[in-house]
């Protein structure tokens, strides 16, 4: 059924509502939390820097190792990737020191480091 004029005006609008779309930069996709958990381990096994757990450097891949051990734990209070690097991949359970990042001669955090990343893998500034 077609109603006289009606397809110009709707042609119009979804144009605009494309366009709008368009040109707020909305992803095409959004990550599940899944995706993102499993690109931060990834990240973790493929990186070349050092993961210092309790004053003990390991490589990327013992680190993602024993963060997924974690994260499969504590998988039932794990929801976002946030929980992720909260829950899994921050600090020690049993000395409750932060885990460190060493990639060169800086060393930070691990949870800002995954905080970083995370940001890059989601597209924002």
């Not at 060493?102 to 800002?112: L, M, N, V, Y």
Request: proline fraction near 4%; charge should be negative.
């Amino acid at each position: 059924m077609r109603f006289v004029g009606s397809s110009s005006l709707g042609a119009l609008v979804a144009a605009a509502l494309f366009m709008t779309l368009f040109m707020t930069g909305l992803p095409a996709t959004a990550s599940s939390p899944s995706q993102e958990i499993q690109h931060l381990l990834d990240f973790i096994a493929a990186s070349t820097c050092a993961f210092i757990r309790n004053g003990v450097a390991y490589d990327g891949a013992e680190a993602a190792t024993h963060v997924k051990d974690k994260y499969e734990y504590y998988r039932n209070d794990i929801h976002s990737a946030e929980d992720f690097i909260a829950r899994a991949a921050s600090r020690s359970e049993l000395s409750g020191k932060p885990y460190l990042v060493r990639c060169g001669a800086d060393t930070e955090p691990a949870a800002d480091w995954l905080t970083k990343e995370l940001t890059i893998f989601r597209g924002q500034p």
